[in-house]
């Protein structure tokens, strides 16, 4: 038995071969069309971290050519900040095997009781974005 994935979207700068070799063919003969060689790819902007209701609930606006994230976690809103997660992805697959999927939290925590402070860094082959702002929930 085979089972077919799906995403209602393409991400830049993409996320499996098929994205990776769209967005490519795009940008280089973007670049060759103004007869322009390809530059680095820019340090992704900082993403924005939505509003936390629950540590297992967390969700962010992306950020461009971001190809993964940093999740990092503070129990004081002054720092101290730990990366409880790397490589973490953005993808939101809207089907599997022909049957929608509800969306789920791009991340979900599990730290205990306490109030706790997240925020999100965006990385990509050139470097790491700014942190994004930063959110509590009391758990």
Excluded: C
Excluded at 14 to 22: A, L, R, V, Y
Excluded at 81 to 105: E, H
């Amino acid at each position: 038995m085979s089972y077919v994935i799906t995403r209602d979207s393409l991400q830049y700068p993409g996320f499996d071969s098929n994205e990776k070799n769209i967005f490519s063919i795009m940008r280089n003969g973007a670049y060759q069309i103004m007869g322009q060689s390809v530059p680095a790819e820019p340090v992704p902007p900082a993403p924005v971290l939505l509003p936390v209701s629950l540590p297992s609930n967390i969700n962010w606006q992306g950020s461009a050519g971001a190809t993964h994230y940093n999740i990092q976690r503070s129990s004081s809103s002054g720092g101290g900040w730990s990366t409880i997660a790397s490589n973490v992805t953005d993808i939101q697959n809207t089907s599997y095997d022909g049957q929608l999927v509800a969306k789920l939290p791009l991340y979900s925590d599990n730290p205990g009781s306490g109030t706790w402070y997240y925020r999100i860094i965006a990385v990509n082959g050139t470097g790491e974005s700014e942190p994004s702002n930063v959110e509590s929930v009391s758990n």
